[in-house]
């Protein structure tokens, strides 16, 4: 062995700063990294204590031969190409080759070779250090399976998975998540999904990350263009451990919340269209009672005007002719008791109680429930839903014929003959804790004078057609009152009618 390479590092060594010479060769002998030092031709000069511990040959066995006696010879020649290049420009080169040890057994070695250079520039050695990561190798692989396991079966699974973490930023998704970004057109679905089922999920999911579980619970998401999805949502704690370096010695991890998500939109158009059809019979029922209602409203109505002048005229013939008056009187009596003998049989509406109800539902029942009445005349709808809206207090069979009849009304207002542009805007938004809805039409509109009018009882455009015997916005204006809201007519942007809604979202329906 040539003791050159030591003789030169003891060379550089000052004497405040000198260790024992045999210190240099006991540190690198004893080193529990594998060492040896070759001549320029790669011939082994020297091999420490590790280095026939990884090969399993003995100094006297190794020494002398050349560095190629440890190679399988199935590292890939570009390899050793690149190795060469590197040293023969007196530069230091790190890498893996596949060994093999004295007994035939093959292992993976992390190599790093570094060329000593003499005064004059001349490579006169090479020192190389290597370690056997076979096992490390190993254990990586195993590791980069399992992840590729998992990826695909999380990837193949039918339903949509996001991990989220402390902050609320998806650090881990599936396919069928990112189909969902492309579907729904949202940035993150989950946050919107969330935001939906659990508004509070931002505030609690780094401190108090169990008041973000939930289980199964139903999200809807309305899409511009589309159906709406229908997804249960299931969410998780997932303990989250950081990578960062100043976390090694910390134990503790950090929540992350995984959020599952389903589509159950086939199920929910199943369920959706047997109540479509209840609901259609309920609200045609509810159009009749509301019809003989205003009817009989409207006759008893008519009837008090006649009956207010004779009660004027009653009050002058008692000073001329009283008899003439008590047979009028008499009558009257007897008109006002069949009066109330009517009223008495106009029929009630419904006892609704109040619920928690989505808008976006209300409003998508109205349009199926109107959709014929819409391609017969031949309407193009334009439907903008919120991508999801909070909860109201309502009650959902009264809200639904608010909106029926806004849409009626604009129906009647664009299916007249000769009419060409035929387009009803439904639109719902969330604006400063308040639902708006608009119908928007196409259609002649309202003069302004005719506006507040049109809420008021009996009023009808319609100028004595006989066709429409009804109270006009009245009832809807009612409606919306009930609710706390309040409703407004506007020009629409194409020069129609615009019917404006707006509900608290904390309101409370009296």
């Not at 570009?78 to 035939?104: C, T, V």
């Not at 998401?221 to 976390?247: E, F, K, N, Q, Y």
């Amino acid at each position: 062995m040539s003791a050159t390479p030591l003789a030169q590092a003891r060379a550089t060594v000052t004497p405040e700063t000198a260790l024992p010479p045999e210190a240099y060769s006991q540190a690198v002998d004893q080193a529990d990294l594998a060492i040896s030092i070759t001549d320029a031709k790669a011939n082994i000069l020297f091999a420490n204590e590790a280095f026939t511990r990884v090969t399993g040959y003995s100094k006297d066995e190794i020494v002398g031969k050349n560095e190629s006696t440890l190679s399988n010879h199935t590292t890939p020649p570009e390899i050793y190409k690149a190795m060469w290049s590197d040293l023969s420009a007196q530069k230091p080169w790190a890498g893996k080759l596949l060994n093999k040890r004295k007994d035939g057994g093959l292992y993976l070695a992390e190599l790093s070779i570094s060329p000593v250079v003499d005064g004059d520039g001349k490579t006169t050695h090479f020192v190389g250090m290597h370690r056997d990561i076979t096992e490390m190798h190993r254990l990586e692989r195993l590791v980069r399976n399992q992840k590729h396991l998992i990826e695909s079966v999380v990837d193949a699974a039918p339903m949509a998975f996001a991990l989220l973490d402390p902050s609320g930023r998806v650090v881990l998704d599936n396919q069928e998540y990112k189909k969902m970004v492309s579907d729904l057109r949202l940035k993150e679905p989950a946050h919107t999904i969330l935001d939906s089922v659990l508004p509070s999920w931002r505030d609690n999911l780094a401190e108090r990350p169990q008041e973000c579980l939930v289980t199964q619970r139903e999200a809807r998401v309305d899409r511009a263009a589309g159906r709406p999805r229908w997804l249960s949502v299931t969410s998780s704690i997932i303990d989250m451990h950081s990578d960062c370096a100043d976390s090694y010695f910390c134990a503790d991890g950090q929540p992350g919340l995984l959020v599952v998500m389903s589509d159950i939109t086939s199920l929910r158009d199943e369920q959706e269209r047997a109540r479509a059809s209840a609901l259609q019979a309920v609200l045609a029922e509810e159009e009749r009672t509301a019809a003989i209602r205003e009817g009989l409203s409207a006759a008893i109505f008519r009837l008090e005007e006649p009956m207010n002048v004779m009660t004027s005229a009653i009050s002058v013939l008692q000073r001329r002719d009283p008899a003439s008056a008590a047979m009028l009187q008499q009558a009257l009596s007897g008109s006002r008791e069949h009066l109330e003998t009517l009223r008495q049989v106009i029929p009630q509406g419904q006892h609704e109680i109040v619920v928690g109800v989505n808008m976006n539902e209300i409003l998508r029942d109205v349009l199926e429930v109107s959709t014929p009445r819409l391609l017969s005349a031949g309407i193009t709808v334009d439907w903008q839903p919120a991508s999801t809206l909070p909860p109201m207090l309502g009650r959902p069979l009264q809200l639904r014929m608010l909106f029926k009849a806004l849409v009626d009304n604009a129906i009647e207002a664009m299916n007249i003959k000769g009419w060409k542009r035929r387009e009803l805007s439904l639109i719902s938004a969330l604006t400063n804790e308040c639902i708006v809805v608009s119908v928007i039409d196409s259609g002649p509109g309202i003069p302004h004078e005719w506006r507040h009018k049109a809420f008021e009882p009996f009023f009808t455009a319609k100028g004595g057609s006989g066709k429409h015997i009804g109270t006009g916005l009245s009832r809807a204006q009612q409606v919306v009152a009930d609710h706390g809201g309040i409703i407004d007519l506007d020009d629409s942007p194409s020069g129609g009618l615009a019917a404006i809604v707006e509900f608290r979202v904390d309101g409370d329906p009296i």
